[in-house]
Each structure stands twice: as structure tokens, then as C-alpha cells.
């Protein structure tokens, strides 16, 4: 079982910067695949960036990319989101979770591919 913290949200304005950390407990996430999901009041939760448990390579949805980065520290046991140039669309409560080494690149987008989930950190942006 891997558990999963995540904190850092808050209340900014248009244009500030946040950077979300995630906290994995129980097992090493080294062997992740790891992510950011986020969901907006009344809307389905969506991808917001993975990155594999190998080699590092990162995937972002259209909507945060060049805005977003996201990074792990594998010692440390640790996923980080970096959020720069936020928008008043990025409010959202967002997910750290994480999904087994064998899934796919295409597979990296799909909530239901991700193994465990923290309980979520909320972001708001106001204009």
C-alpha cells in the first residue's frame, strides 16, 4: 500500500506561482509511475501531468504545458507540481497518485489506470 499526502494549495491571485507537493508513505514510489490529476467543482477529475518511474520522461495536458512542471524525488519519497502563470481555470481540488511501472504512455492520462490517491489540495485562483 503507498500512501499519498499532498499540501502546498492555496488562495492566489492570476499570475502567481504554487508549487504542490505530494508525500508518499508505506512503500518507495521509485517503481511509479506518478501523477497530478485535478477536478473543478462539477466537472470530471482530469490529467494534469505524469511522470514515468523510469528515465523520468514527463507528459502534460495542453492546458498547463510550459506552465506546469512536474518533478520526483525519489529519496526523498516525494512528488512535486509546479504551477506558474496560474490562471482563474486552474482552480481545482488536485490529486497526486500513482500507478504501476507497466503502464503504457497512453495509459498515463486515465484516472482509472492510477493504483492510489491522496486526498487532494485545493487551488484557488482568483482574477
Known amino acids: 500500500q503507498v500512501q499519498l499526502v499532498e499540501s502546498g494549495g492555496g488562495l492566489v491571485q492570476a499570475g502567481a506561482s504554487l508549487r504542490l507537493s505530494c508525500a508518499a508513505s508505506g512503500r518507495t514510489i521509485s517503481s511509479y509511475n506518478m501523477a497530478w490529476f485535478r477536478q473543478a467543482p462539477g466537472k470530471e477529475r482530469e490529467f494534469v501531468a505524469a511522470?514515468?518511474?523510469?528515465?523520468?520522461?514527463?507528459y502534460y495536458a495542453q492546458s498547463v504545458l510550459g506552465r506546469f512542471t512536474i518533478s520526483r524525488d525519489n529519496a526523498k519519497n516525494a512528488v512535486y507540481l509546479q504551477m506558474s502563470s496560474l490562471k482563474p481555470e486552474d482552480t481545482a481540488i488536485y490529486y497526486c497518485a500513482a500507478g504501476r511501472s507497466s503502464l503504457i504512455v497512453s495509459s498515463l492520462r486515465n484516472t482509472y489506470e492510477y493504483d492510489y490517491w491522496g486526498q487532494g489540495t485545493q487551488v484557488t485562483v482568483s482574477t
Open positions: 511522470i514515468r518511474w523510469k528515465g523520468g520522461a514527463t
